[in-house]
């Protein structure tokens, strides 16, 4: 019963492909958050949804996007692959909008493009 | 804007002995501060956040960190470090409410704990 789970867990492509990664919580959580770690373990907000409403985009290209079929999901959608997209993505949920709610993260999906 | 800084890429300590992992932090408005720990191939882990109240926060497997709000410091500790503490920890901070459109977790770099027995 993962709280956060996140599919694929790995996830090797070649540049140009479009893929996606997919994110459901069973938390029962209005917010869920699209993070980026790089090969430096540096963490960063990509989205954030708050009940499949888009409260938070960052700068990311456009290729990158987020999809909230209903508050428990939130996937990622990335078009044209490029080698700089390599990283571990990270799905996380918290409760409503309170800045002071900690957040729930996935195991995480490490993206390899060759 | 919200920022964290964790100084340490690094933090050795030995078995037993305590550990500190630092974290300095800024925000516009009143902070709100977490720490998590990531251990390998795996996702992050809330370990404590402070809100308000006392400055001394006590979280998961004994770890507390201390607010300090003249420093704009919030230091993770533990008194007596185990073998298997060893994993990276993140700082994290979101902005009060009255700082609009941030509402994620803004990170730090991270510090690699490395206990040895």
């Known amino acids: 019963d993962t709280a956060v789970s996140q599919t694929p867990k790995y996830l090797v492509t070649q540049m140009g492909n479009d893929k996606s990664i997919k994110c459901e919580q069973n938390?029962?959580?209005?917010?869920m958050y699209w993070y980026k770690q790089d090969s430096k373990k540096f963490l960063k907000i990509m989205f954030s949804?708050?009940?499949?409403?888009?409260?938070i985009n960052e700068t990311v290209p456009n290729r990158f996007s987020p999809k909230s079929p209903d508050k428990a999901h939130l996937n990622l959608h990335i078009n044209s692959l490029e080698l700089g997209d390599s990283a571990v993505y990270f799905c996380?949920?918290?409760?409503?909008?309170?800045?002071?709610?900690?957040?729930?993260f996935g195991q995480g999906t490490r993206l390899t493009v060759v | 804007a919200q920022s964290v800084a964790q100084p340490e890429d690094q933090v050795n300590v030995a078995e037993g002995n305590p550990l500190t992992v630092k974290c300095t932090y800024s925000?516009?408005?009143?902070?709100?501060l977490f720490w998590y720990v990531q251990y390998p191939n795996r996702g992050l882990q809330f370990l404590l956040k402070?809100?308000?109240?006392?400055?001394l926060v006590k979280g998961s497997y004994g770890f507390e960190a201390e607010f300090n709000k003249s420093q704009t410091s919030f230091h993770l500790k533990k008194p007596s470090a185990l073998v298997s503490d060893s994993a990276l920890y993140f700082c994290?901070?979101?902005?009060?409410?009255?700082?609009?459109?941030?509402?994620?977790?803004?990170f730090g770099s991270g510090t690699r704990l490395q206990v040895q027995p």
């Open positions: 996380a949920s918290s409760r409503g909008r309170e800045v002071f709610t900690e957040a729930f």
């Open positions: 938390l029962g959580h209005d917010t």
């Open positions: 949804y708050n009940n499949k409403e888009l409260i």
């Open positions: 925000v516009s408005g009143n902070p709100y």
């Open positions: 402070y809100i308000t109240g006392d400055n």
């Open positions: 994290a901070v979101r902005a009060s409410p009255g700082d609009t459109g941030r509402r994620a977790l803004t």
